[in-house]
C-alpha cells in the first residue's frame, strides 16, 4: 500500500533482495501511472491544440467530414451503423472508462482509498469539488436551457492535472502528487455516477435485465477462479451492447465489467517469494564472475525468470491495467481530443461566450467552484479532526492543487456532449472548458511555485 510518506530510495546493492523487490512491486505502478498520465497530457494538449486550428482553418470540411464519417458493425443480419465521432465516444471510450473502473478498485483496495483514515482527506476534497461547482454552475444557469449542463464543471482530468504537477517538479511533494491522484479518482466515482443516473433516458427494463445478467456471469467467472482475460472480454463485449440498448450510456459497460475483474492472484505470496530467493541466489555467483558469452546468457536467462515469476504473481486487474493503460493515455484518449476538442470560433465571439450562462457557469465553476469546493472541505476535514494533512505537505500547496484540478478536459467534454447533443451550448461550453481549464492551469502553476520555494526530496524517483 502506498503510504502519505512513501520515499522512494535509490539501491545501495547491484542486486536486489526479495524484500526490495517487493517494494518494488508496491511502488512502481503509482510511478508508472503517474509518469504514463503525464506523457499522456502533453500529447493530449498537443492534440487539442491541432482539433481547434484543423476545425478552424480552410480544412473545416474534412474535420466535419472525419467526424460524421459513417462506420457499420455488422454481424450476419445485425447492423449497427454510426459516426466516427459515435465511435470514440460511445465505443472506444468504453475502454477508457473500464480502465478508470480498474483504478477505482485497485485504489479501494490495496491504495489511498482502501481505509477509512487515508481516504478522508482526498475523499472530503472530491465531495467539496464536485458539489461547489455543479452549484456555481446551476446558480447561473437556472431556469435556461442549458441547466442540463450543471454537471459540466464537476470532473477532474487527471492527464492533465498530472502533467501540470510534473512540470513543477520538485516542488511538488511526492504526498502531494498521491493526494491529487486519489481525489481525482473519487471524482471519477461521482462523474460515472452522474452520467448513469441523470445522463440515461427511455431505459429498456428488459436490456437491463439482460445486462445485469451478463455482469453476474461475469462475477461467477471471478468465483469460479477464472484468471484469463479472454471470457471477460467477449461476455463485456455483450455487456456493452446491453447497456447501450437499455438506453444508459454505453460506456458505463465499462465500469461495470472492470469491478468483475479479479484482483487477487491464486499464487501463494510465501511460495513467490521461495522461488524468487533461489532464482536471486543463483545470479549472485554470475554477478562477481568474468564475463563471457555464455555467463551473460546464463544472467540473462535468470533476469527473464525473474520477470515471467513477477508477471506470474500479478492479479488479472494488474495485469489488465498494465496492458490497456498505453493505449487508453496515448490512442483512446488524444482521438477523444481530436474529434471532440474542436469548434469553430471567433475571436470576436469569445466575450460573449465566456459571458452566456454556460460560460460563466463552466469557467466559474472550473476556476473558482473547484479550488473553494476542494480547499474549503479539506480546511474542514482537518479542522474537525477527521482528516490530516499529508506529512510535509503544507495547506498552500493542498490549495495550489485544488487550483489545478479545475483542469477538467476530458470527462467536462464528455458530459457537455451528453447534456447539450448538437446544440449551440456544446460549442459554448467546450471554449469555455479550455478557457477554464486554461486559468486553473496557470493560476495553480503560480500558487504552487510561490508556496514551495524550497526544494524537496520527497520526489526522488526510484531508478528502473
Not at 462523474?191 to 445485469?212: C, G, K, P
Not at 513467490?272 to 540473462?300: A, C, M, W, Y
Request: hydrophobic residues 50%; proline residues 5%.
Amino acid at each position: 500500500m502506498i503510504d502519505w510518506n512513501m520515499k522512494p530510495s535509490k539501491p545501495k546493492r547491484p542486486l536486489f533482495d526479495t524484500g526490495e523487490a517487493l517494494g518494488e512491486l508496491l511502488l512502481k505502478p503509482f510511478q508508472r501511472f503517474s509518469s504514463m498520465q503525464a506523457a499522456g497530457g502533453a500529447l493530449l494538449f498537443f492534440l487539442t491544440i491541432v482539433a481547434l486550428i484543423w476545425s478552424n482553418s480552410d480544412f473545416a470540411d474534412s474535420y466535419d467530414w472525419l467526424k460524421h464519417f459513417n462506420l457499420d458493425l455488422r454481424i450476419g443480419s445485425f447492423s449497427l451503423g454510426h459516426s466516427l465521432h459515435f465511435w470514440i465516444n460511445d465505443g472506444l471510450m468504453t475502454f477508457f472508462f473500464f480502465m478508470v473502473g480498474l483504478e477505482i478498485k485497485r485504489e479501494f483496495l490495496i491504495g489511498e482509498l482502501s481505509s477509512l483514515r487515508q481516504a478522508s482527506l482526498p475523499l472530503f476534497g472530491a465531495v467539496g469539488g464536485m458539489v461547489v461547482p455543479a452549484s456555481i454552475y446551476y446558480m447561473l444557469n437556472a431556469q435556461t436551457p442549458s441547466a442540463n449542463g450543471w454537471a459540466i464543471p464537476m470532473a477532474t482530468d487527471i492527464a492533465f492535472t498530472m502533467a501540470a504537477l510534473t512540470l513543477l517538479g520538485s516542488k511538488v511533494p511526492h504526498p502531494l502528487k498521491v493526494f491529487v491522484t486519489a481525489l481525482a479518482i473519487v471524482d471519477d466515482i461521482g462523474a460515472v455516477t452522474v452520467i448513469a443516473i441523470f445522463y440515461s433516458s427511455d431505459l429498456s427494463t428488459n436490456y437491463l435485465l439482460l445486462a445485469s445478467f451478463l455482469v453476474i456471469v461475469l462475477i461467477c467467472f471471478n468465483l469460479l477462479g477464472y484468471r484469463k482475460p479472454l471470457p471477460y472480454v467477449v461476455v463485456g463485449l455483450f455487456v456493452w451492447l446491453a447497456i447501450y440498448m437499455s438506453g444508459i450510456h454505453s460506456t458505463i459497460a465499462g465500469i461495470l465489467v472492470a469491478f468483475t475483474i479479479p484482483a487477487r492472484t491464486r499464487r501463494d505470496m510465501a511460495h513467490f517469494l521461495d522461488r524468487l530467493t533461489g532464482i536471486v541466489n543463483r545470479l549472485k555467483p554470475l554477478e562477481t564472475s568474468d564475463t563471457r558469452n555464455n555467463e551473460e546468457e546464463n544472467r540473462q536467462a535468470i533476469v527473464n525468470k525473474i520477470e515471467d515469476l513477477c508477471k506470474d504473481v500479478q492479479t488479472p486487474l494488474q495485469r489488465m491495467e498494465e496492458s490497456l493503460n498505453p493505449w487508453v493515455v496515448f490512442v483512446i484518449v488524444p482521438l477523444f481530443a481530436l474529434v471532440n476538442a474542436g469548434v469553430s470560433v471567433n475571436s470576436s465571439d469569445i466575450l460573449k461566450i465566456l459571458s452566456a450562462p454556460v460560460g460563466l457557469g463552466v469557467v466559474m465553476g472550473l476556476l473558482i467552484g473547484k479550488q473553494l469546493g476542494i480547499s474549503v472541505a479539506c480546511w474542514i476535514a482537518i479542522r474537525m479532526r477527521f482528516a490530516e494533512l499529508p506529512s510535509s505537505v503544507k495547506f498552500s500547496q493542498i490549495y495550489g492543487a485544488s487550483i489545478i484540478c479545475g483542469i477538467g478536459f476530458t470527462m467536462s467534454i464528455f458530459v457537455a456532449d451528453l447534456a447539450f447533443g448538437q446544440s449551440i451550448n456544446l460549442d459554448y461550453a467546450k471554449i469555455s472548458i479550455l478557457v477554464g481549464s486554461v486559468l486553473s492551469f496557470l493560476l495553480g502553476l503560480l500558487i504552487i511555485t510561490f508556496v514551495s520555494p524550497q526544494k524537496t526530496d520527497l520526489d526522488v524517483e526510484q531508478p528502473e
